[in-house]
T-cell receptor
Framework: TQLLEQSPQFLSIQEGENLTVYCNSSSVFSSLQWYRQEPGEGPVLLVTVVTGGEVKKLKRLTFQFGDARKDSSLHITAAQPGDTGLYLCGGNYGQNFVFGPGTRLSVLP | NAGVTQTPKFQVLKTGQSMTLQCAQDMNHEYMSWYRQDPGMGLRLIHYSVGAGITDQGEVPNGYNVSRSTTEDFPLRLLSAAPSQTSVYFC????????????FGEGSRLTVL
């Protein structure tokens, strides 16, 4: 059982559609981070959310941290093929930084 | 801008062989870590270090050793490789404070036959 769960595991959509992916835990996190990973590369940080209820926007990406700081969501508006990749959420658990299993997104032109 | 550099990028080993994955960072980061990535499992923490001379175990440390003699380098050693260690390995670093951005290398793909 992983500390962070992500859903869906896979998502394939057409260009221009909207989507939401989720990151959930039974534990409280002081902050959560979202990373995107492209094939053959390491993950790259998209955003850090710190405050319960916080909403952050990064162009067409909207990130939300749950009020109880146990969950987060990533919403993409008008997805583009360049959004294709593996989206990972992660957070500090004690001295460890742990990740969820990821959502693999494919945006078809 | 080198950032985090991992070598080698690809390696094939036979069961029982030993090898070292190298990781170096030029950002003067105190914290360094090793993850392995397997399909459907995300990134799992193997070992980490909060500074030179200090290392600790992560979620899946068995079969791996690390050392941190300098701030820049954090090698990962497999003493006797097993097929279960076939994976993609990532080194990551960040400044000392928790919650900061993790900077990753490009990964090392290891196959153990």
């Amino acid at each position: 059982t992983q500390l962070l769960e992500q859903s869906p595991q896979f998502l394939s959509i057409q260009e221009g559609e909207n989507l939401t992916v989720y990151c959930n835990s039974s534990s409280v996190f002081s902050s959560l981070q979202w990373y995107r990973q492209e094939p053959g590369e390491g993950p790259v940080l998209l955003v850090t959310v710190v405050t319960g209820g916080e909403v952050k926007k990064l162009k067409r990406l909207t990130f939300q941290f749950g009020d109880a700081r146990k969950d987060s969501s990533l919403h993409i508006t008008a997805a583009q093929p360049g959004d294709t990749g593996l989206y990972l959420c992660g957070g500090n658990y004690g001295q460890n930084f742990v990740f969820g299993p990821g959502t693999r997104l494919s945006v078809l032109p | 801008n080198a950032g985090v550099t991992q070598t080698p990028k690809f390696q094939v080993l036979k069961t029982g062989q030993s090898m070292t994955l190298q990781c170096a960072q030029d950002m003067n980061h105190e914290y360094m870590s090793w993850y392995r990535q397997d399909p459907g499992m995300g990134l799992r923490l193997i070992h980490y270090s909060v500074g030179a001379g200090i290392t600790d175990q992560g979620e899946v440390p068995n079969g791996y050793n690390v050392s941190r003699s300098t701030t820049e380098d954090f090698p990962l050693r497999l003493l006797s490789a097993a097929p279960s260690q076939t994976s993609v390995y990532f080194c990551a670093s960040r400044p000392g404070l928790p919650g900061g951005e993790l900077f990753f290398g490009e990964g090392s793909r290891l196959t153990v036959l």
